[in-house]
């Protein structure tokens, strides 16, 4: 039978387009299951619009993913030798484009629920989601989609995990195809996300031109002579489409992704979730992974919010009735120029005056905002981008430290707080009270 293409519908990128065998990917247990894993966790709560899920995104990414690569292999487009001997023709160059499109639909199925918000405290030492996924890409109950699409699912896998999470090397067109996917600089992951973040939340701050950026991409050397393998980087006239993507990120997390009300949700979420799953931990086998999603356990906290006698009942009525912790303290250049433990000295001061049940600690460590990679200037030399732009190099890190409190407490803690900062927070690196 002829396949034929079916299109779907997208805010961000008006149609995603597959054949009929990719639907059968699109049809599978493991990717239908992520149209019940939200995008960003509980942001929703803080955020009302932003309820989509994983299932769109991966569609977005897929579709980025191919303008990306059908832009990089164009003949014209390949301007070094060390490009043109990497990129594969004929059925080769057609059977990767098939292997991208599946990875890039694949990138995000070893996700547990609410994605990011407990996978780190919740699973096994050496697990993650993109070991899940590899394993249910390489395992069994894809086999039969890979089959039809004729495809290797360790093909897939690499190109959806990357070289960091792969456990072998990958070559050089695997890790350029992977870094189409989830590159630092501009992977179609990053774009997407972005983008659709930004409207489903109703903030502009995700947007960037990126029509102009997958335009200007190219396979290029890392550097002048050539000596490096190439990788992904964009002409000159992408190069202010790559600083709005890359501000467009800081700026996401910074009035987005680290919202403080946010970040306690995803605490109360961890400590329910410890406390409702059996052991206290995720399972890692495809099964159960596929039958545990943001639907379940949105049915648990709903059940344990009414019901006292309930696993989970404290943290559950935190996040359903907005009795959540309230912040009372953020990490702010001030202070850490003081004593750059002063999260630390304030948590340890709080959590000994007000009881540490009544006390929480967030961190995320600080990030980069600067990333680095080639341009192809129009005297047609190879710069590095950090070099090229002032405006790169000044992109600000990204972290936070936040103390949360009972709400309660909230207001007797911040004047407590007020008036014993001095002794709290000792200057010249000393530790404060109760501090080790």
């Not at 394993?135 to 894809?142: A, D, F, H, K, S």
């Not at 959806?160 to 072998?168: C, Q």
Request: glycine content about 6%.
């Amino acid at each position: 039978m002829a396949t034929k293409t079916h299109e779907i519908r997208d805010p961000i990128h008006v149609f995603v387009r597959l054949d009929s065998d990719e639907r059968r990917l699109l049809d599978s247990r493991p990717f239908q299951r992520l149209r019940h894993i939200h995008q960003l966790a509980t942001t929703f709560l803080v955020y009302p619009g932003a309820t989509h899920t994983r299932f769109e995104h991966s569609l977005g990414v897929m579709e980025l993913a191919t303008r990306i690569y059908d832009v990089v292999t164009t003949p014209a487009n390949l301007l070094y030798d060390s490009a043109r001997a990497v990129v594969p023709r004929d059925d080769e160059y057609k059977y990767w484009r098939r292997v991208l499109r599946a990875a890039a639909l694949c990138h995000d199925i070893g996700h547990l629920p609410f994605s990011h918000a407990a996978e780190k405290e919740l699973l096994p030492a050496g697990y993650d989601h993109e070991r899940i996924g590899r394993e249910m890409i390489e395992g069994p109950v894809l086999r039969p989609v890979w089959d039809t699409l004729k495809v290797q699912p360790q093909d897939v896998a690499k190109v959806a995990v990357g070289p960091d999470k792969y456990p072998e090397p990958l070559n050089t067109w695997e890790n350029i195809l992977a870094e189409i996917i989830v590159g630092d600089a501009f992977g179609a992951d990053r774009m997407d996300y972005l983008l659709r973040d930004s409207h489903h939340a109703g903030v502009a701050y995700g947007r960037f031109d990126h029509f102009r950026l997958v335009d200007t991409m190219r396979i290029l050397p890392t550097s002048e002579d050539g000596s490096a393998e190439p990788s992904l980087g964009i002409t000159q006239g992408g190069l202010q489409s790559a600083e709005a993507l890359l501000w467009a990120r800081y700026l996401m997390f910074a009035q987005l992704y680290l919202h403080h009300v946010r970040r306690i949700y995803d605490v109360h979420l961890k400590e329910f979730l410890q406390q409702w799953l059996p052991g206290g931990r995720f399972h890692t086998d495809v099964e159960a992974h596929l039958r545990l999603s943001d639907s379940e356990v949105m049915s648990g906290l709903r059940d344990a919010a009414t019901d006292p006698s309930k696993p989970g009942h404290e943290p559950a009525r935190r996040l359903l009735k907005r009795e959540h912790y309230r912040l009372v303290y953020e990490k702010n250049p001030a202070d850490q120029e003081r004593n750059r433990q002063s999260t630390r000295c304030v948590y340890e001061a709080v959590a000994g005056e007000f009881g540490p049940a009544a006390v929480r600690l967030d961190s995320y460590p600080a990030k980069s905002g600067s990333v680095d990679f080639p341009v192809y200037t129009r005297n047609e030399r190879i710069e590095s981008s950090l070099d090229m732009s002032k405006t790169l190099k000044e992109i600000p890190t990204f972290g936070v430290d936040y103390v949360f409190i009972d709400p309660s407490l909230r207001e007797k803690a911040k004047d407590w707080l007020k008036q014993n900062r001095e002794r709290i927070i000792p200057a010249n690196g000393g530790t404060g009270d109760g501090v080790a």
